[in-house]
């Protein structure tokens, strides 16, 4: 039995602490709103921070740095035999994200925020109670709530993840030693980021793809490109492969995969299987339907825009339509918030940046050529190779090329795809030009500091107008 204790007013009460929950918290905070931030982890920040993008790049940069002493530093006349303790890069890792955790405790007190710590629970429009693991409960009122409650890994029909032989993403950032034989089920940005974790440390990976290439969501050159440089790296795809189901035993795991082909059926063997399908919404026991809130087919809260259509109660992130991106739900909060406080909100899904931290990295924003090219409208296309590009190359990183995609009829810019060292850094330059509808030419005649990777979005811009002067 729960004992209940107090009630607390709030003007916005915010469930969930990932990048959506913690930024409309410090923005609620900021416009002078009265919030409490709802979430049952210890450490705040959400799957982002404890589970996916932070202690994801954290073993992908701690992996490169091993894999680039092992595989390039004899180039630059540097000698070394480098040997990996894969307890101490867990040991950093989790450091990593503790830290940042504490960061945003910090951000809540410079900023005013109460933090709940507890599940909550919808009981009606307006109030919250929150169950704490002492099992006490506290009962909270509030003008506006968010919803910001984040995703979990998508399942597989016949793939049981037991975090042990098959494991989600969760598991494959927590494994306590390379696998010898990793097969991973989806050829998206998770499988791709931790198939390359392990290969780096000497696992053999496999990739099935129900799709006919990686990345179904990149543009068709890029997703050609990073196949051919990962599979040079020795991972190893099957495209147009379903996986069937999964049986683990003490040993190894099988997996029944289907050609989609021809239709034949085989069976896989490994020592650990990655399910890595994709995320879906995660709304836990929230109590929804007691405040009359309805899921659509796909289990995503509907908003318009991110108002639900109970008055008074707000979502934003990943229990809605859109891309699961940690910076989208970023941008969803901050609009959100505006948008309750009386301030004009507004959130561009057009320029939605997407990156995938392999290496070479990946990133692209805006329409793929496939895109354009359906819709009718005319268009040209800058391509400028890394292997031009002077800081790429005197730092032996030159595989990948950038492509500008620009209007025919008004010279904007259309999309921007990238593969190469540092595209996650750079691909911000081209959301801040296509935020401000520039043309081309804008980015071609903007002066770029030389050596650097930066130049090779120039120089792609050039070739768009047709007047590229470094390849």
Not at 22 to 43: D, M, P
Not at 406 to 432: F, K
Request: hydrophobic share 40%; net charge negative; with cysteine.
């Amino acid at each position: 039995m729960l004992e209940t204790v107090g009630m607390t007013d709030y003007d916005v009460v915010v469930i969930g602490s990932g990048v959506g929950g913690y930024t409309a918290a410090i923005r609620a905070s900021q416009l002078g709103l009265k919030t409490a931030c709802v979430e049952g982890n210890s450490v705040l920040g959400g799957t982002c921070l404890n589970n996916g993008c932070i202690p994801s790049k954290s073993l992908l940069h701690a992996t490169g740095l091993f894999d680039f002493a092992r595989t390039k530093f004899a180039e630059f006349g540097i000698r070394v035999s480098p040997k990996f303790d894969l307890s101490i890069m867990m040991s950093q890792k989790q450091a990593s994200v503790d830290a940042l955790g504490r960061s945003i405790e910090d951000l809540f007190d410079k900023n005013g925020v109460d933090r709940i710590e507890g599940w909550a629970r919808l009981n009606c429009s307006g109030r919250i109670s929150v169950r704490r693991a002492e099992q006490t409960k506290v009962t909270l009122s509030a003008r506006h709530v968010v919803i910001a409650t984040g995703s979990i890994p998508s399942s597989l029909p016949g793939v049981v993840v037991d975090q042990n032989r098959i494991v989600d993403s969760t598991g494959a950032l927590a494994l306590r030693e390379p696998p010898r034989r990793l097969l991973i089920i989806g050829a998206g940005c998770i499988g791709l980021e931790l198939g390359s974790v392990w290969r780096r440390l000497g696992s053999d990976v496999e990739v099935v793809e129900a799709h006919d290439r990686i990345i179904p969501g990149a543009d068709e050159e890029i997703s050609r490109a990073l196949r051919g440089i990962l599979e040079k790296q020795n991972l190893r795809f099957r495209l147009l492969t379903m996986a069937l189901d999964a049986l683990a035993g003490e040993d190894e795991v099988v997996v029944r995969v289907r050609n989609l082909a021809d239709g034949t059926i085989r069976s896989l063997k490994a020592d650990v299987v990655l399910s890595a399908v994709g995320r879906q919404p995660f709304v836990g026991d929230l109590g929804l339907e007691a405040i009359g809130l309805s899921l659509d087919k796909q289990g995503f809260i509907p908003t318009e825009p991110f108002a639900t259509a109970v008055p008074g109660i707000w979502a934003v992130g990943d229990v809605t339509r859109g891309p699961m991106l940690a910076h989208k739900a970023e941008d969803e909060a901050i609009a959100c918030i505006e948008l309750l406080a009386g301030r004009p909100g507004r959130m561009d899904y057009d320029v939605i940046p997407n990156v995938i931290y392999t290496s070479p990295e990946v990133a692209w924003v805006g329409e793929t050529e496939a895109e354009v090219r359906t819709s009718g409208r005319g268009y040209r296309v800058g391509r400028f190779p890394f292997s031009a590009n002077s800081r790429a190359r005197l730092a032996h990183e030159s595989e990948g090329f950038v492509k500008v995609i620009s209007s025919r009829e008004d010279y904007r810019i259309l999309g921007v795809h990238m593969i190469g060292p540092q595209a996650s850094e750079i691909i911000g330059e081209a959301c801040v030009a296509m935020a401000f509808q520039a043309d081309g030419e804008d980015v071609a005649r903007t002066c770029h500091p030389h050596p650097t990777r930066s130049e090779a979005l120039r120089q792609a811009a050039m070739g768009a107008e047709g007047w590229m002067t470094q390849a």
